[in-house]
């Protein structure tokens, strides 16, 4: 089974500066997706990156970016120029790309805290 | 504007009641989950289902039943079986295959916060 893991319960951060969060996975797949959740006080999950096992190239999307090592199964997400709102739960997720089982896999959440 | 309403938002039961948790998307998404979060932890998969009249079981679905009669609709209900039923519940939704940038990504509604009384 696969399963994602989570090392640091809480961290916080000075608004503008950076913050890095990791996230370790389990797998025997050779094809699967990992992504990265927001989910603020709202507690609505939001989608802050995908990054597809076959690239060997990091997503980005704006402020956000990812270390992607596939080898050594590792994939942490950059979050650059924190900004207060940034302070919520995140959650790292493992999917495989396979079509008959579309079962996402979730770690159990870092707390940032982003500070003024 | 597409998107995933779940209703209600807040929820209670008494010991001993069914309870139906409502979700709906206008994705046109193949695939829609239901996850239980409780406090301090990740999501766990209750059931999913990837095309009309038929769905799965997840990691925790004792306690539990779902339909997908329609596309867009995929209710679930907490049976009083379910012994320890006060959590957060997130729907989902995703496109069922890996095409584009956004395939396989599961989008999630804003959830129904169940107590029990």
């Known amino acids: 089974a696969q399963t994602v893991t989570q090392s640091q319960p809480e961290m916080s951060v000075q608004e503008a500066e950076t913050v890095t969060l990791s996230c370790t996975y389990d797998?025997?797949?050779?094809?699967?997706?990992l992504f990265w959740y927001k989910q603020p006080p709202s507690r609505q999950m939001i989608l802050v990156i995908r990054q597809e096992a076959y690239k060997q190239q990091n997503a980005t999307e704006n402020r956000f970016s990812v270390n992607f090592q596939k080898a050594a199964k590792s994939f942490s997400l950059k979050i650059s120029d924190s900004q207060l709102g940034d302070t919520a739960m995140y959650f790292c997720?493992?999917?495989?790309?396979?079509?008959?089982?579309?079962?996402?896999?979730f770690g159990a959440g870092t707390r940032l805290t982003v500070k003024p | 504007d597409g998107g995933i309403t779940q209703s209600p938002k807040y929820l209670f039961r008494k010991e001993g009641q069914n309870v139906t948790l409502s979700c709906e998307q206008n994705l046109n998404h193949d695939a829609m989950y239901w996850y239980r979060q409780d406090p301090g932890q990740g999501l766990r998969l209750i059931y999913y289902?990837?095309?009309?009249?038929?769905?799965q079981k997840g990691d925790i679905a004792e306690g539990y039943s779902v339909s997908r009669e329609k596309k867009e609709s995929f209710p679930l209900t907490v049976t009083s079986a379910q012994k320890n039923p006060t959590a957060f519940y997130l729907c989902?939704?995703?496109?069922?295959?890996?095409?584009?940038?956004?395939?396989?990504?599961?989008?999630f509604g804003p959830g129904t916060r169940l107590t029990v009384l």
């Open positions: 989902a939704s995703s496109i069922f295959s890996a095409s584009g940038t956004r395939g396989y990504t599961q989008y």
């Open positions: 797998t025997s797949e050779s094809n699967y997706y």
């Open positions: 289902s990837q095309i009309v009249n038929d769905f």
């Open positions: 997720a493992f999917m495989k790309g396979n079509y008959n089982n579309n079962d996402m896999r």
